[in-house]
């Protein structure tokens, strides 16, 4: 493993990392190549969420393409009506999608369409009760086919994980875990251990969307990830502002952005699509280079 150092002025010395599983979103996809090409330009990764539908499936659709022109990472939410992690912004962009006729199909055609148009490594967000309901081999395997490198299912615990591990493992896939700094050491290092596409450090306390600050406690999960682990790490929830991107970026190597983006498109009706492709614009330029966003946080 080779774990971040950590500067004198607090921000972390990005070093290389080397993924250990060739076999499962590694050295060979696209998630590990747009990351190492992010950090080649001494830069951090931007991923953008939205889920997939909304508002529609073809105003969604040119979000999406718009956003890839911008982030090196793109999120393919899958619309649920519960999700406990999900602030109003998503809960009732996932409802309005839903209301539209999104069916879990959509979110594969989405892949295959932008995995062949666009250089973005595709993750797939979604609870778990989607992926049980449509079946975890089955889901995997679609969702290999369509080009999406990662799962990330944020509301599987690792004790009950092993059916979507070995799903994801027969596929190819990654399996991103989500981790807080409420996560004990022991249980951290259970859920680093299985991971093998990226790791997702919250970066606010609550759910998505909320108006905290990033947590101080960030850089402190961020290190205790890197001291397990020589994969990728994200941080995302609650980042909300550019501001925010570049404070989170000092420390990981992917910052994830979605309700932000859900808000623009929101505020302004008649040119949804336009108002996402300025949000990727405005928080790609917040996260280049790297070294001005150490500056930020001294």
């Known amino acids: 493993m080779t774990p971040h150092t950590v500067t004198a002025q607090g921000a972390p010395a990005h070093l290389p990392w080397k ?19 992010a950090q080649a330009q001494d830069r951090c990764a931007l991923g953008m969420y939205l889920p997939v539908g ?49 069916r879990i199909e959509d979110l594969f055609a989405a892949a295959r369409e932008l995995s062949s148009s666009s250089q973005a490594a595709l993750v797939a967000m979604s609870y778990w009760q989607p992926v049980h309901a449509y079946g975890p081999l089955r889901f995997a395997t679609a969702a290999a086919a369509a080009g999406i490198d990662a799962v990330l299912i944020p509301d599987l615990p690792i004790e009950e994980a092993a059916p979507w591990t070995a799903a994801a493992r027969a596929t190819g896939l990654g399996t991103i875990p989500l981790v807080s700094h409420r996560t004990q050491p022991d249980r951290l290092a259970r859920i680093v251990a299985a991971a093998t596409g990226m790791l997702y450090a919250a970066a606010t ?93 001294r």
């Open 205 to 297: 306390d609550g759910v998505t969307g909320n108006p905290q600050p990033v947590s101080p406690r960030l850089p402190d999960l961020i290190a205790r990830i890197r001291g397990l682990a020589s994969l990728p790490v994200a941080a995302g929830i609650g980042i909300s502002t550019p501001a925010q991107a570049r404070t989170a970026a000092a420390w990981a190597d992917v910052v994830v952005v979605g309700s932000a983006v859900i808000r623009r498109m929101q505020a302004s009706p008649r040119a949804q699509t336009a108002a996402a492709a300025a949000a990727g614009r405005d928080f790609a330029a917040a996260l280049r280079p790297r070294h001005t966003t150490r500056e930020a946080t």
């Open 54 to 102: 909304y508002p529609n499936r073809l105003i969604g659709m040119d979000a999406l393409h718009l956003l890839a022109q911008s982030a090196e990472v793109l999120e393919l939410g899958v619309p649920y009506a519960d999700g406990v992690l999900d602030g109003p912004v998503i809960q009732h962009a996932s409802r309005t999608a839903l209301d539209a006729g999104f």
């Open 19 to 37: 993924l250990h599983e060739p076999g499962a979103s590694g050295a060979g996809s696209r998630l590990h190549q747009v990351i190492t090409a």
